[in-house]
């Protein structure tokens, strides 16, 4: 989707920067989406009249974090893509609380908080992506998750078209799933992590690196997991006894590492990736009995 001249104009005076015609292929790191215009937020107190902006223009839109955890439609998309800036983003302490910005990296934010002598989050180490995006999903490996350590986060309500701020008690935080509206926007969150020295948080994260290292397909383009685990049960394991480990839809394929990366082994499209995703899980299914859901956020045209 193009913006037009009159609503850029008047985005540009609420400090929105507009960037034509930006391709997701190198905002993913799937690397594959279509090409659109794309929104900087720079002033958070200019969000919601942006936002209503857009929606007097009958813009759709979607808000963009680190792009590692979604697989965007091919071609000319339907949207824009929006997106809060992420050069120095805020990260402050007080005692035991940390204030960060969505905005920042999320390994960014683990190494600052133990080099503060404050951990608990250490699984978090290897997982790319934003704060916000892990807070949306709530973001979780080798026994922990971020929500456990959530006080508030404050956001953009797209239902109210207000800025607020929501205690940790009334998020609720599940296995790579919350409460918060599809379309409210994580601007910042304070947590609550527990004090630890450095060297013993450094101990927990090499091991967490080494872990991920073995077993997941680090450098090649993914979005992590493809599917989330059933209960009790590993997707992983599932396509791996079923020997799928290789198996692919053009370039999109089963990494031969893990087999619930899907990786993008070339020039993958979207619709080869659908393609691969609906082929193994009806393979699980047929074989399982189970219907795996998907982890990987798909946005659609
Ligand atoms: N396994 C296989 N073959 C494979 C992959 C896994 O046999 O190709 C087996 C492993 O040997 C192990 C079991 O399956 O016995 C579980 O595997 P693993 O420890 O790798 O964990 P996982 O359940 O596949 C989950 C998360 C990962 C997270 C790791 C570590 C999900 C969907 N995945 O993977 O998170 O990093 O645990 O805590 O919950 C993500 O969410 O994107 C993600 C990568």
Redesign the pocket.
């Known amino acids: 989707m193009r913006i037009k001249e009159n609503a850029a104009a008047r985005l540009k005076e609420l400090g929105v920067e507009l960037r034509q015609g930006v391709s997701l292929v190198v905002k993913t790191s799937l690397g594959i989406g279509g090409a659109t215009d794309e929104l900087l937020l720079r002033r958070q107190d200019a969000i919601p009249e942006a936002m209503r902006l857009l929606a007097d223009q009958n813009i759709r839109h979607r808000f963009l974090g680190s792009g590692t ?1 979604v697989l965007v439609a091919d071609g000319e998309l339907a949207w824009v893509a929006l997106h809060l800036p992420s050069t120095q983003p805020g990260m402050r302490v007080e005692g035991n609380a940390v204030y960060v910005d969505a905005s920042a990296d999320l390994g960014g934010m683990v190494t600052f908080c133990a080099k503060r002598d404050l951990g608990g989050m250490e ?1 978090l180490i290897g ?1 790319p992506g934003s704060v916000g995006g892990a807070l949306r999903m709530n ?5 922990m998750q971020i929500g456990t350590y959530v006080r508030e986060v404050e956001l953009y309500r797209a239902a109210s078209g207000e800025v607020e701020t929501v205690t940790g008690n009334d998020i609720r935080f599940d ?2 799933h919350t409460s918060f509206a599809p379309d409210d926007v994580m601007l910042r969150v304070k947590l609550e992590l527990p004090s630890k020295p450095f060297k013993e948080i450094l101990a927990g994260i090499r091991v967490c690196n080494e ?2 290292r073995a ?2 397909p680090l450098n090649q383009k993914s ?3 493809i ?3 059933p209960q009790g049960g ?4 599932m ?3 079923l020997k799928l ?1 290789g198996h692919r839809v053009g370039d999109a394929m089963v990494s031969d ?5 899907f990786v993008n082994a070339g020039h993958a499209s979207c619709s080869d990736m659908l393609k691969l995703i609906d082929d193994v899980r009806e393979r699980v299914r047929g074989a399982y009995g189970i219907g795996l859901e998907n ?1 990987v956020i798909v946005w659609q045209n």
Not at 139 to 143: E, Q, S
Not at 257 to 261: D, G, L, S
């Open positions: 955890n699984g997982v973001a979780g490996a080798y026994g296995y790579r872990k991920r077993s997941q979005a992590g997991c599917f989330k685990n590993s997707a992983g394991k396509i791996d006894e480990k590492r893990h087999a619930n990366f982890e």
